[in-house]
């Protein structure tokens, strides 16, 4: 089993800057990848941004170039630093960690961008 602590969520205005954080522990040797995805209400969870252990990243189209996702692996946490925050941004922010047999999930984490 993998356990996952997310912190860093919060209200922020338009053009602002937050960063999340997501703390693995558990069967760590077992991530292949971490990353976070967000849902907002009435919408499909989406994702935002992946980092695998290689240190390669992808990104969604909509966050490319504001948002930066980042691991320290001696610490098994994994990092979102979003910066140019608009509305659209605003969601439930959840951890993800894609392990050799299954994915796991942070509780998820409150991003509220004010126009």
């Known amino acids: 089993q993998v356990q996952l602590v997310e912190s860093g969520g919060g209200l922020v205005q338009a053009g602002g800057s937050l960063r999340l954080s997501c703390a693995a522990s558990?069967?760590?040797?077992?991530?292949?990848?971490m990353g976070w995805y967000r849902q907002a209400p009435g919408e499909q969870r989406e994702l935002v941004a992946t980092v695998n252990n290689d240190g390669s990243t992808n990104y969604a189209a909509s966050v490319k170039g504001r948002f930066t996702i980042s691991r320290d692996n001696a610490k098994n946490t994994a990092y979102l630093q979003m910066n140019s925050l608009e509305s659209q941004d605003t969601a439930v922010y959840y951890c993800?960690?894609?392990?050799?047999?299954?994915?796991?999930w942070g509780q998820g984490t409150q991003v509220t961008v004010s126009s």
């Open positions: 993800n960690v894609k392990a050799f047999f299954r994915d796991y």
């Open positions: 558990g069967y760590i040797f077992s991530i292949v990848a």
